[in-house]
């Protein structure tokens, strides 16, 4: 009776591991694997749309490891300058998300209980909308004839519409609303959890509120800073739509390059490579996230 | 009389700034002009001209479908993996698997759609299946970055769970399957049920992997957004969006609402 049961019980285990592993050893791994060997393929015309790197003839297995892509990158200046200006913008970004995002957390973790999970709900409901209406929202705000610009305008300030749409400074303003309430999470999630004495006792030994933020109330909340910060950072190096719909010809970001190479040139090969190398700038922030995430996020998604 | 500290002034003014954007279409929804961003007074004409669009109702109902299907099958391998980060030993297998279910929540999503695009593209070539990508394969997509959020959040329901309870049962001899399906699942339903609709409400969102993954069968409502609105502001999604918004807050708040409540309701007996 009692080695059944052990037998069952370890098919069980190994039934419950088995699935999702499989899942996604098949739908996550793999499709990497690929993507790495397509990158050290070259386009051509064809249904699909590459040369094979694998061929087996007259029993042997050819590899072709085609390197063009890579020193292509390197040489063309339009991607890396790409990259460039992708790290940038996103680094700005989730710098103005953490200036907002810090504040709002902190209010909150301060309110009183009730009203915590209702300012709470009220921050992430936006994100739950679609999140491409919420940038298109903007195009209308942002554009020549938008609101932004009609109300400058009947106030006097400006006598010519300021061209914001089409710009680097509608990217950010993209990037910091639709990101926001990701920065505003973890942080409350640490910020709740901190020990108000510590506070206390540093003002009654004299520390003034600016110097108790930095010493105290910063460093204790720093895994959730950390932790919003790649929540943004991340995918905001590989954001796509935000500026394709508000950014201009100029806003050159990796992801929209990346599709563009895709959907419009259909060089995969070259795509895939892209795709390699911003997941290599992306492998230190992804790590970082990863060790904070443990701490700050799990507990409050 | 509270001072009113510089943080809480932030909340307020982060909050209108959350808000006044959506507020906005929700307004220019009802605009009669033909000019989006001039105010022509009211008129409810565009919800009507929404209404007759058959490209996007197709899409809505394509939508709604995936969503549907994607959801539960990311909560089917979401809890799976929940379950055996949080109740199996440490080994090997156990840590791959929290790295690779965890890992779509921070990529960026076109390395996923372009991944899971060539995945497709070659199994079609070495098996001749799947023969075309459309529902299926977006399905597929989805499911796989659903289940993801699924994982971390019935994880941290699985983690703070008093285990005597599952522990008690199968000591009074339930099998594991049994404890599991009679014991667990009950317990960890609001996280099972949240799981679900934030898994139904991203993959009604996505566009960008969805366009990598599908093909001309399946034109998702992101999909149609997104090409119309590439064009310049159209009145027409304006209403799409105040509907969208609307709905959206009211599953919000009902489901809010009743996970408070069913919280409240399990809590109760525990405690006394």
């Known amino acids: 009776m009692k080695i059944p049961t052990r037998l069952k019980w370890l098919k069980g285990r190994i039934w419950t591991i088995g699935i999702p592993y499989l899942w996604l050893l098949l739908f996550f791994a793999l499709p990497f694997a690929i993507v790495l060997k397509l990158s050290f393929s070259t386009a051509a ?9 694998f061929q087996y003839a007259d029993n042997v297995l050819n590899v072709f490891l085609h390197f063009g892509n890579y020193l292509m990158l390197l040489d063309d200046s339009l991607y890396y300058m790409a990259y460039l200006s992708s790290l940038k913008m996103a680094f700005i970004s989730t710098i103005g998300c953490l200036i907002i995002g810090y504040p709002m ?3 909150i973790a301060r309110a009183p209980a009730r009203l915590q999970t209702v300012l709470l709900l009220l921050v992430m409901l936006p994100s739950w909308t679609s999140f ?20 400058l305008m009947w106030l006097g300030v400006i006598s010519e519409p300021l061209q914001i749409l089409n710009t680097n400074v509608a990217v950010y303003i993209g990037i910091i609303y639709a990101y926001l309430p990701f920065m505003i999470l973890p942080l409350y999630a640490t910020l709740v959890k901190l020990d108000m004495s510590l506070i206390e006792a540093a003002s009654d030994l004299g520390s003034s509120r600016i110097n108790t933020f930095w010493k ?13 910060s790649m929540l943004v950072f991340i995918p905001a190096v590989g954001e796509f739509v935000i500026p394709e719909l508000l950014g201009g010809p100029d806003s050159l970001m990796i992801g929209r390059v990346l599709w563009q190479e895709f959907f419009n040139n259909r060089d995969w090969p070259v795509a895939s490579s892209l795709a390699i190398v911003m997941l290599g700038l992306l492998i230190i922030p992804i790590t970082l996230f990863h060790r904070y995430q443990a701490r700050s996020l799990e507990k409050d998604l | ?40 007074g009211f008129s409810p004409k565009w919800y009507g001209e929404l209404f007759e669009d058959q490209q996007i109702l197709d899409a809505v109902w394509t939508s709604l479908r995936i969503a549907f299907y994607s959801s539960t099958m990311a909560v089917v391998i979401g809890t799976m993996a929940a379950f055996v980060m949080t109740r199996f030993k440490r080994s090997w297998a156990k840590l791959t698997l ?7 929540l921070v990529m960026p999503e076109v390395i996923t759609g372009l991944s899971l695009l060539l995945l497709f593209v070659h199994m079609a070539d070495l098996f001749g299946w799947p023969k075309e990508r459309g529902m299926l394969t977006v399905w597929i997509a989805h499911s796989t970055f659903c289940a993801a959020y699924v994982a971390v959040v019935v994880s941290s329901r699985l983690r703070e769970l008093d285990r005597s309870i599952e522990e008690a049962a199968m000591d009074l001899g339930a099998t594991p399957l049994k404890t599991f399906f009679v ?15 934030l898994s139904f409400s991203l993959s009604l969102d996505d566009l960008v992997i969805a366009s990598f993954a599908s093909g001309p069968g399946a034109t998702t409502l992101p999909m149609v957004v997104f090409s119309s609105v590439r064009m310049g502001i159209s009145p027409k999604i304006n209403a799409l969006a105040t509907l969208i918004i609307l709905s959206v807050s009211l599953i919000a708040f009902l489901s809010w609402y009743m996970a408070r409540r069913a ?7 525990i405690n006394e």
């Open chain 1, 45 to 53: 015309i064809s249904i699909p749309p590459y040369e094979a790197t």
């Open chain 1, 105 to 107: 957390a902190y209010a």
């Open chain 2, 1 to 40: 009389m509270k001072k009113l500290s510089f943080s809480s002034v932030m909340l307020w003014f982060g909050l209108l700034f959350l808000y006044a954007p959506m507020l906005v279409l929700v307004i220019y929804s009802f605009n009669d002009s033909k000019l989006v961003t001039v105010w022509g």
């Open chain 2, 98 to 104: 929290s790295n690779m279910i965890t890992a779509p």
């Open chain 1, 216 to 228: 105290i109330t910063l460093p204790l909340s720093k895994s959730g800073v950390i932790a919003g």
């Open chain 2, 183 to 197: 014991i667990t699942v009950p317990m960890i339903s609001p996280a099972l049920m949240a799981g679900w609709l």
């Open chain 2, 263 to 269: 919280e409240k309701r399990d809590r109760m007996p």
């Open chain 1, 132 to 151: 491409l209406i919420r940038v298109y929202a903007w195009m209308g705000i942002l554009s020549n004839t938008g609101i932004i610009n009609s109300m």
